[in-house]
């Protein structure tokens, strides 16, 4: 549990609360964002990860007797339908982004889409984050039912500075600072425009990592309270989510909230929305070259996103797919 999975989490909750809802979660510390007790909960456990964790999990739940598991994460997914399947609860598998999907670390993505596929006989209903994330799990077994969630944003109550629409532009991402996120990919459209935009990362991450933005020119924020993340990017005139993969980030719901102009990496969660992207190093620099001119079809496309995304991912449809999902269950 940490960061963008956290907002999920919680704001699943509070979309449900007609539901009891019990939470036994590892927190990340470094992806801590201060909403880990947010929610609603009836109870919370929060363990290290261990395998004594394990142990803990299966006492917590053979003492609540729960209608069902809504496990999220492909980290707790694997854990859960391995060592915990003899419980005979029925599990809902919500990944927030398929680790196979990674390309960091070659040949592990291909185990890691192995053991989804092995494991698939062990989830009643696979709840994607996307459209993207279900049709991908439609797509690697047919012994799961697959669900389509949307991840929202709650509101926030920040009064937000119009948007620049022509110069010196400020450029935000907010994340860990990983490969997932594609950093090296942001790093380097900040280095090409260093005359033209100032772009700043919010969060922190590797040293390796920090170290590469700051030569880009990228200015590095490290890790603060989610207030303090949202009031600097709702300072923000546009918002550029560089990820390589994702589910359906709520860093970029919260940008949509605090309405800043979204330029977007042409990945699934994206493009399944039909949502206007850019695919490489050169037309991202081409796309915020459009923008610093002030071109009116180069801010119309930032804009159309935001709307796009505003007018699908909201609590009320969260809601009602929660409630169809868990009355499977009771």
């Not at 980290?75 to 391995?82: D, M, N, S, W």
């Not at 698939?120 to 799990?137: F, P, Q």
């Not at 993340?229 to 990820?243: M, R």
């Not at 991912?313 to 009771?330: I, K, N, P």
């Amino acid at each position: 549990m940490g960061a963008g999975v956290t907002t999920a989490i919680n704001s699943y909750v509070k979309s449900s609360s007609c539901f009891e809802h019990y939470l036994f979660a590892s927190v990340r510390t470094s992806d801590i964002t201060g909403e880990e007790e947010d929610a609603n909960f009836k109870a919370s456990c929060f363990v290290s990860r261990s395998i004594s964790a394990i142990k803990n999990f299966k006492r917590f739940v053979v003492e609540i007797n729960p209608d069902v598991l809504h496990v999220h994460s492909t980290f707790a997914g694997f854990f859960v339908r391995i060592f915990c399947w003899k419980l005979g609860v029925p599990v809902i598998y919500t990944p927030h982004g398929f680790s196979f999907l990674r390309d960091d670390k070659f040949g592990l993505s291909y185990l890691y889409l192995f053991l989804e596929r092995v494991l698939s006989h062990r989830t009643h209903v696979l709840a994607g984050c996307s459209k993207d994330e279900a049709s991908i799990a439609a797509s690697l077994s047919r012994k799961w039912d697959v669900f389509e969630l949307v991840n929202i944003c709650e509101p926030i109550d920040i009064q937000s500075k119009p948007a620049q629409r022509k110069g010196r532009l400020q450029v935000g991402m907010v994340g860990r600072i990983t490969n997932q996120k594609g950093y090296r990919f942001f790093g380097e459209i900040s280095k090409r425009l260093a005359d033209e935009a100032d772009f700043v990362w919010l969060g922190g991450g590797a040293p390796v990592g920090e170290k590469f933005l700051r030569k880009c020119g990228v200015k590095v924020t490290g890790w603060t309270p989610r207030s303090e993340v949202l009031k600097a990017l709702s300072k923000l005139d546009v918002y550029f989510h560089s990820a390589e993969w994702d589910g359906f980030p709520v860093s970029v719901l919260e940008a949509v909230e605090v309405s800043r102009p979204l330029v977007l990496r042409n990945i699934g969660p994206f493009s399944s929305e039909g949502l206007n992207t850019v695919t490489n190093v050169d037309d991202a620099y081409e796309e915020f070259r459009c923008l610093i001119r002030g071109e009116e079809s180069a801010w119309a496309r930032a804009d159309a996103n935001l709307s796009s995304i505003r007018e699908r991912h909201t609590s009320a449809r969260l809601s009602r797919e929660l409630v169809r999902l868990y009355s499977r269950f009771g």
